[in-house]
T-cell receptor
Framework: GENVEQHPSTLSVQEGDSAVIKCTYSDSASNYFPWYKQELGKGPQLIIDIRSNVGEKKDQRIAVTLNKTAKHFSLHITETQPEDSAVYFCAASPNDYKLSFGAGTTVTVRA | DVKVTQSSRYLVKRTGEKVFLECVQDMDHENMFWYRQDPGLGLRLIYFSYDVKMKEKGDIPEGYSVSREKKERFSLILESASTNQTSMYLC????????FGPGTRLTVL
């Protein structure tokens, strides 16, 4: 099955700086790569996703890049704000429903 | 506003007890999922269901079973709870994007 590795496990950034989280996957059949944000006491929430027919996608301060050849994808958060503090999960899937998740990255934005 | 609700936020049970975790979605989604979340391991799929009365094993089904008698409701059953099943349990439903409930933190003593 699919194996997703996520790094780093924790990330501390100064407010206003950028944060980058990287994931690698093993199954070349994977073609859907969502990113989830989990705030304290809540379930994960989709923040951005990318499919294998594109290399980059942006949504305001958040961007995701995908390198299918190297089997890795990354989340970039620019101009970080305190409300970006959360746990972030990457995932990969060969379809839209059976997701394999990374172990998560705890992001702390220091004021 | 989409909604996935789980029957309990916190649950404490004893070893050997039968435990029911219930999940309800109001989005008329075909697909529903049960995950467990443990520190350093991310979310691991236990079971999922793509239609009423249909189910498929995920990556860690051992010790669990599920029931989906109605489209909006998906139940996770621990037939005989054990201490290694102490975890956060998350339910999700999807048409494409997965929407998650708030989770149930289960402690088995």
């Amino acid at each position: 099955g699919e194996n997703v590795e996520q790094h780093p496990s924790t990330l501390s950034v100064q407010e206003g700086d950028s944060a980058v989280i990287k994931c690698t996957y093993s199954d070349s059949a994977s073609n859907y790569f969502p990113w989830y944000k989990q705030e304290l006491g809540k379930g994960p929430q989709l923040i951005i996703d990318i499919r294998s027919n594109v290399g980059e996608k942006k949504d305001q301060r958040i961007a995701v890049t995908l390198n299918k050849t190297a089997k890795h994808f990354s989340l970039h958060i620019t101009e970080t704000q305190p409300e970006d503090s959360a746990v972030y999960f990457c995932a990969a899937s060969p379809n839209d429903y059976k997701l394999s998740f990374g172990a998560g990255t705890t992001v702390t934005v220091r004021a | 506003d989409v909604k996935v609700t789980q029957s309990s936020r916190y649950l404490v049970k004893r070893t050997g007890e039968k435990v029911f975790l219930e999940c309800v979605q109001d989005m008329d989604h075909e697909n529903m999922f049960w995950y467990r979340q443990d520190p350093g391991l991310g979310l691991r799929l236990i079971y999922f269901s793509y239609d009423v009365k249909m189910k498929e094993k995920g990556d860690i089904p051992e010790g669990y079973s599920v029931s989906r008698e109605k489209k909006e409701r998906f139940s996770l059953i621990l037939e005989s709870a054990s201490t290694n099943q102490t975890s956060m349990y998350l339910c999700a439903s999807s048409f494409r994007e997965q929407f998650f409930g708030p989770g149930t933190r289960l402690t088995v003593l």
